[in-house]
């Protein structure tokens, strides 16, 4: 593969810590459940990334570039390559009074613990250890300092602006695009918007990566988001109504001239 390059690819890929290997992530449902790391928040199957991008740890990024397609394949990447080692100046301590405070802002019902996410001036940190006195934070990524391992393989190399534009949409929105409607000419792109993202706050925000990669790794053109609200549906008129209720009309004409002509004899 070459940088810019989008590709479809599937991955497994464990923590190799003294010898024993933990499963941490997966594309793969199943494998997701059957070692209890699933999420039934997350959408799992091949995953679209732009190989170079800078979005992939680095050991990753650079395996991608000499992978091919339709080939798997099992890599080590060591912690230089992957989220770094961990740094003992990001772990840090806290009054009690500090983090309960924080943790009550986002549940009032909430208390410090093990184990427990907090986000301190922008920083998100785990606390790791908690005392009637005084909290621990943790700011390395949960991964620094860790040795992974990644079996992998490039399912496809997207094809076609088309392709490409709606592979983009899915990686930026992180939802399914059979809805948007793409065209790619020699001067725009226009993407005809599905419903449901109308009315989504994320796509009010993905659309502005999403501009961003169309320019950068399809084409630099003119991108058109088309917004269709389609007209309400008109009331039907039912023809055989009508026709009986004329025909019901023209009945009681007839007899009321029956009646008539009934009593001038």
């Given amino acids: 593969m070459e940088k810019g390059d989008i590709i479809k690819w599937?991955?497994?890929?464990?923590?190799?810590?003294?010898?024993?290997?933990?499963?941490?992530?997966t594309t793969n449902e199943q494998v997701a459940k059957d070692n209890g790391i699933h999420d039934p928040n997350l959408k799992y199957g091949p995953m679209y990334s732009i190989v170079g991008a800078g979005r992939l740890i680095k050991g990753m990024e650079d395996e991608l570039q000499k992978a091919e397609v339709g080939k798997e394949y099992i890599v080590t990447i060591l912690p230089e390559d992957a989220y770094g080692e961990?740094?003992?100046k990001l772990v840090k301590v806290y009054s009690y009074r500090?983090?309960?405070?924080?943790?009550?802002?986002?549940?009032?019902?909430?208390v410090p613990e093990v184990g427990m996410e907090v986000v301190i001036n922008n920083?998100?940190?785990?606390?790791?250890t908690v005392t009637p006195g005084r909290v621990i934070v943790d700011f390395n990524h949960p991964l620094a300092g860790k040795t992974l391992k990644y079996r992998f393989k490039i399912v496809e190399?997207?094809?076609?602006?088309?392709?490409?534009?709606?592979?983009?949409?899915?990686?930026?929105y992180g939802k399914d695009t059979e809805n948007f409607k793409i065209e790619v000419n020699e001067e725009d792109v226009s993407i005809e918007l599905s419903d449901t993202c109308k009315?989504?706050?994320?796509w009010a925000v993905a659309k502005y990566m999403v501009v961003s990669d169309i320019r950068d790794y399809v084409a630099n053109k003119n991108i058109k988001f088309i917004e269709v609200y389609k007209k309400k549906d008109e009331p039907k008129v039912d023809n055989k109504s009508e026709d009986k209720s004329e025909e019901s009309k023209d009945s009681e004409v007839k007899e009321?001239?029956?009646k008539k002509e009934n009593a001038e004899n």
């Fill in 199 to 202: 009315y989504d706050s994320a």
């Fill in 10 to 25: 599937e991955y497994d890929a464990w923590i190799v810590e003294d010898g024993k290997e933990e499963l941490f992530d």
């Fill in 98 to 110: 500090e983090i309960a405070r924080r943790v009550a802002e986002a549940d009032k019902n909430a």
């Fill in 256 to 258: 009321q001239e029956d």
């Fill in 157 to 172: 190399k997207v094809e076609g602006d088309v392709e490409k534009v709606r592979a983009i949409i899915e990686m930026d």
């Fill in 86 to 88: 961990r740094d003992s």
């Fill in 123 to 128: 920083r998100r940190g785990k606390i790791i």
